[in-house]
T-cell receptor
Framework: GENVEQHPSTLSVQEGDSAVIKCTYS??????FPWYKQELGKRPQLIID?????GEKKDQRIAVTLNKTAKHFSLHITETQPEDSAVYFC??????????FGAGTRLTVKP | GAGVSQSPSNKVTEKGKDVELRCDPI?????LYWYRQSLGQGLEFLIYFQGNSAPDKSGLPSDRFSAERTGGSVSTLTIQRTQQEDSAVYLC???????????FGPGTRLTVT
């Protein structure tokens, strides 16, 4: 089955700086890679996703890149704000199969 | 429209008792997932239902855990003879057939005393 690893487990940045979270996956057949943001005590919410037929996707301050050859994908947050502080989870899914999540990254943005 | 709902929101039970957790997915969503999240930890996959196919039970941690999905809609996760290590938030998510995005419910916080 799919195995997803996520790094770092914790990340602290100064407001306005960029944050990068990286994930690797094991199953080359995986074709969908979402990122979820989970604020304290709340449910995970999808913030951006990418499919295997594209290498990069951007939505305002958030971008995701995918390297299928190396089997890794990354989340980039630019101009970080205190409200970006949360736990971020990456995930990978093989078509019509279950979703496997990374262990999460606790991002702290210091004002 | 209505999102994914779960009940109860909180459940406290004594060790050894059975519990049932309910998930109401978004209407029309054919895929339904159960995850477990221990305090401060990641999302642990438990079970996955897709349409009328046999469920993927590969994440269930022991035979005390089981889940059903009746009529392709509501799902119930049952934990028999609960143990203290079962204490966690149990999250349900659903997704439509043609789109992979998962929509999460608010979760059920289970505490086994």
């Amino acid at each position: 089955g799919e195995n997803v690893e996520q790094h770092p487990s914790t990340l602290s940045v100064q407001e306005g700086d960029s944050a990068v979270i990286k994930c690797t996956y094991s199953d080359s057949a995986s074709n969908y890679f979402p990122w979820y943001k989970q604020e304290l005590g709340k449910r995970p919410q999808l913030i951006i996703d990418i499919r295997s037929n594209v290498g990069e996707k951007k939505d305002q301050r958030i971008a995701v890149t995918l390297n299928k050859t190396a089997k890794h994908f990354s989340l980039h947050i630019t101009e970080t704000q205190p409200e970006d502080s949360a736990v971020y989870f990456c995930a990978a899914r093989v078509w019509n199969n279950d979703m496997r999540f990374g262990a999460g990254t606790r991002l702290t943005v210091k004002p | 429209g209505a999102g994914v709902s779960q009940s109860p929101s909180n459940k406290v039970t004594e060790k050894g008792k059975d519990v049932e957790l309910r998930c109401d997915p978004i209407s029309g969503h054919t895929a339904l997932y159960w995850y477990r999240q221990s305090l401060g930890q990641g999302l642990e996959f438990l079970i996955y239902f897709q349409g009328n196919s046999a469920p993927d039970k590969s994440g269930l941690p022991s035979d005390r855990f089981s889940a059903e999905r009746t009529g392709g809609s509501v799902s119930t996760l049952t934990i028999q003879r609960t143990q203290q290590e079962d204490s966690a938030v149990y999250l349900c998510a659903s997704s439509p057939d043609t789109n992979y995005e998962q929509y999460f419910g608010p979760g059920t916080r289970l505490t086994v005393t």
